[in-house]
């Protein structure tokens, strides 16, 4: 037995193409500054990548998972809900079952879903609740891989709007699951590169700076050195 949630596709407003592809450009050019910047980490680069994908795509949540492929479920990193911020915070604990989209995401790099069904299993009411509190009604998932394997999913959440999506924002949404997967490993490459300047100027055994090693090897030999003097006949 199945559960069905049927979602049926709207006629929205035809946009302009050019205006649309213009406003894809800049975002991704203002996501390249921001992911870059030395003091961006990967929190703050994930809340940027979601607001940005928001305004780019014009939907009203945007959220990041983790793909914790042992537990083969989809983790919540960070949740954006541009007209309700505090129910977005409370999401950042969710986690969705990765069965129903695995086979999808392994296959396709975005695909969009206007119509979900949710198989009776323990895992079920978890999906069939996320979508009914949050009064989704139109998802465009965009996976973020990093050397071949699955990072995780940026997803892209129409509420209260059924729409079908356009070869340009599929397209752009794909882009927002590279650069979660970029900013993911910008942020792993700074960590190893701090790792190896810690180890540069400090001492593996003791743990200490090698600056204070270095001082308190010459107050050891000055220490030395002046109680041998005093020793000397006068």
């Keep these: 037995m199945s559960t069905r949630l049927r979602l049926t596709p709207v006629a929205l407003p035809p946009e302009d193409v050019p205006a649309a592809a213009e406003r894809f450009t800049r975002t991704l050019v203002g996501l390249t500054r921001t992911v870059w910047h030395p003091d961006c980490t990967f929190d703050s680069a994930l809340a940027a990548i979601c607001a940005a994908a928001a ?92 050397d071949g394997e699955l990072l995780g999913v940026l997803c892209h959440e129409s509420v209260e709007r059924v729409r079908r999506w356009t070869r340009e924002e599929i397209t752009f949404a794909g882009s927002m699951g590279d650069y979660m997967a970029m900013a993911h490993e910008i942020a792993r490459r700074r960590r190893a590169e701090a790792e190896v300047e810690h180890l540069r100027l400090h001492d593996a055994d003791t743990g200490l700076g090698t600056a204070t090693i270095a001082w308190s090897c010459c107050a050891s030999a000055w220490t030395t050195r002046a109680t041998r003097a005093s020793r000397w006949p006068s």
């Design 55 to 146: 305004d780019a795509l014009q939907v009203e949540r945007v959220t990041a998972w983790r793909h914790d492929a042992g537990a083969g479920e989809l983790r919540c990193l960070f949740a954006y809900d541009r007209d309700a911020p505090a129910a977005a915070a409370a999401d950042r604990e969710a986690v969705l079952p990765l069965a129903e989209y695995a086979e999808a995401l392994a296959d396709v790099r975005t695909f969009e879903t206007v119509e979900v069904e949710v198989a009776d299993t323990e895992a079920a009411p978890g999906l069939r609740v996320y979508l009914q509190d949050h009064r989704i009604r139109a998802l465009l998932y965009a996976p973020a891989y990093l």
